[in-house]
């Protein structure tokens, strides 16, 4: 099982953006997206007002970055050459970006961007003002479908998310706070993937693990948002649970409604309910479908039942790098699902006084379904003392 994303990977991922660059008039693929950046190089940094800027030509691949990332991106195999400022907003990223650009003679870009994104407070120039710039989605696109080794590495954080929600289990009792609960079986996942993994683990946490675990309760659990809130276990209490594992970037979602002690009569329809849901989309989920088919079919249902009135969203997100990519499965998508995408199925219900929703991490694959969380989804197995 691989850790983390081979050169290979990398090769294949920039040979097809100058495919695609080669079908434009343009000499340079430009992206300012922190994401994408990562995607094509493996360069993973924090987006901040500090601008990165990612150029590929046909025959150079360069990045222009802020003095303190220079230490960090210079060993990268992938990247021909590195350009720096000192910082913003005094070193004008994105004029040092126009320069990295002006001597490898570009023009001409397809970008993600025009200029750098407005966050943390930066406010720079249009990367127009100096260049002919199109706007491109080529990476957006490319990351729908995951290659093999991207829904393997997807598979090895929902094994490790699968343990650390065991702990999860394991750790609940009336009495106990949901914050130290999930602290706990956060650390004990972390702890027990770092030992396993050793050095074949890529690094990507600052100070924190890699694995996360942990719970909403009570009332809170009726928001699909909800916060952990500041009130003791109590035998009853509903659980939305969420647990993931970071492996070279990418992530799983695994999450489960759980019951501590004892479910009511009132719990158990509407858990029941929530899990005929999930399978109605699964049975719906196949390679050609229609994602609207899916999120309708989960619609359908809940109006059978008459709670539609208690869904507050659609069925489900992909997910990969960013905990939530797109396609979505919503009435209001287009496009099929096809080999690669790989989906949350999380269709909840949400009543005055609790929430319930499972989610699990799904592959779309030739045949049909890869299913890559696999805690159990019965009431039994959710009911924690």
Same mark, same amino acid.
């Given at each position: ?78 990247? &021909? ?30 970008? &993600? ?273």
């Amino acid at each position: 099982m691989p850790t983390e994303v081979p050169d290979g990977e990398f090769a294949d991922r920039l040979a097809a953006v100058r495919a695609r660059l080669g079908e434009t008039g343009a000499d340079a693929a430009v992206w300012f997206g922190a994401t994408a950046i990562e995607y094509l190089t493996g360069f993973h940094h924090i987006q901040t007002e500090r601008p990165v800027c990612l150029a590929v030509t046909p025959e150079r691949v360069e990045l222009t970055v802020p003095r303190l990332e220079v230490e960090r991106v210079s060993s990268n195999p992938r990247v &021909d050459a590195v350009h720096s400022y000192f910082d913003y907003p005094g070193g004008e990223p994105v004029e040092t970006a126009v320069g990295m650009l002006e001597e490898l003679e570009v023009g001409a870009v397809r970008a &993600d961007a025009d200029g750098a994104p407005g966050v943390m407070g930066y406010d720079g120039p249009a990367l127009s003002e100096f260049l002919d710039v199109e706007t491109q989605s080529w990476v957006d696109g490319m990351r729908e479908a995951k290659s093999d080794v991207e829904v393997d590495l997807i598979r090895e954080s929902a094994r490790w998310a699968n343990l650390a929600h065991r702990y999860l289990a394991e750790y609940t009792e009336p009495g106990a706070h949901p914050v130290t609960v999930s602290q706990r079986a956060s650390m004990e996942g972390s702890r027990a993937m770092l030992d396993a993994l050793g050095s074949e683990y890529a690094v990507r946490t600052r100070g924190d693990g890699p694995v996360h675990a942990g719970y909403i309760s009570g009332e809170e659990t009726a928001l699909p948002h909800g916060h952990t809130p500041n009130e003791r276990l109590s035998r009853g209490d509903v659980l939305v649970t969420g647990a993931t594992a970071n492996v070279d970037g990418y992530y799983s979602e695994l999450e489960r409604t759980m019951f501590v002690g004892e479910a009511s009569e009132e719990d158990e329809h509407y858990f029941e309910l929530m899990c005929e849901a999930q399978e109605t989309a699964f049975e719906a989920m196949a390679p050609g479908v229609d994602l609207a088919y899916v999120d309708d079919a989960v619609h359908s249902y809940f109006e059978e039942q008459g709670i539609a009135e208690l869904a507050r969203h659609h069925v489900g997100h992909n997910i990969g790098l960013g905990a939530h990519e797109p396609p979505y499965i919503d009435r209001g998508s287009e496009g099929e699902m096809e080999p690669g995408h790989v989906y949350t199925i999380e269709p909840g219900i949400y009543t005055e006084n609790a929430g319930y929703r499972h989610s699990d991490t799904v592959a779309v694959t030739e045949d049909g379904l890869d299913f890559l969380t696999d805690y159990p989804r019965d009431l039994e197995s959710n009911i924690v003392e």
